[in-house]
């Protein structure tokens, strides 16, 4: 079964570009997090997709950041315009919404983005 | 959420018994307790993941207190690969937001 995955890998832009990752969660998975560390900080929760809802998206930290899963499978997360702050991992996770209490959450490999 | 607090780093030697502890004091009823690892340039991983007394599987063991205010991963015989950061999260059903606090950065040496 293949994991989570994202692209790209590595993104270097200027400031004030667009940017856009994609997140592909492990087929089946409803639950679709995004999360980023900024350099010499901690890895923190942006927003929360269940198939093509938002749940929950307060960890985003301004209206330059938009996350989208159209039709509930794969995610974009656009950052328009770039700024020297927004530099750092991107991480995508998914989860399968089973039902249970046993939840876990897959990461996938992270987008690293550089903003100069 | 309930925060976590754990060591910055350990060191210790391949083959050894590595005891990793987490204080969660604020942790609530519904909060259960999962670890994840992370290795340089990779995405954090699933490790184990208790809510109380003692969980084992194939990679470590979660020691979890009755009163739940902290737990213990325990990684027995370390080996370089093992080397990586490891997270304490605390966090209800879906853990919808996860918190991953600093980690404890775990170098295992030859």
């Known amino acids: 079964e293949a994991g989570v995955t994202q692209f790209p890998s590595h993104s270097v832009i200027e400031k004030g570009q667009t940017v856009t990752l994609r997140c592909d969660p492990i087929s089946g998975h409803d639950n679709l997090y995004w999360y980023r560390r900024v350099m010499g900080k901690e890895i923190k929760f942006l927003l929360h997709f269940v198939k093509e809802s938002k749940q929950d998206e307060s960890g985003m930290p301004n209206n330059r950041f938009l996350a989208e899963r159209t039709g509930g499978t794969y995610s974009t997360l656009k950052v328009q315009p770039a700024e020297l702050e927004d530099s750092g991992v991107y991480f995508c996770?998914?989860?399968?919404?089973?039902?249970?209490?046993?939840?876990?959450?897959?990461f996938g490999p992270g987008t690293r983005l550089l903003v100069l | 959420l309930a925060k976590t607090t754990q060591p910055i780093s350990m060191d210790s030697y391949e083959g050894q018994e590595v005891n990793i502890t987490c204080s969660h004091n604020?942790?609530?009823?519904?909060?259960?307790i999962t670890w994840y690892q992370q290795f340089p340039s990779q995405g954090p991983r699933f490790i184990i993941q208790?809510?109380?007394t003692k969980v084992t599987n194939e990679v470590a063991s979660l020691f979890i207190p009755a009163d739940r205010k902290s737990s213990t991963l325990s990684l027995p015989r370390v080996s370089l690969s093992d080397t990586a950061v490891y997270y304490c999260?605390?966090?209800?059903?879906?853990?919808?937001?996860?918190?991953f606090g600093s980690g404890t950065k775990l170098n295992v040496k030859p």
């Open positions: 604020n942790i609530a009823t519904n909060d259960y």
């Open positions: 999260l605390v966090g209800v059903y879906n853990f919808n937001k996860f918190y």
């Open positions: 996770a998914s989860s399968q919404n089973s039902g249970t209490v046993q939840e876990t959450q897959y």
């Open positions: 208790g809510y109380k």
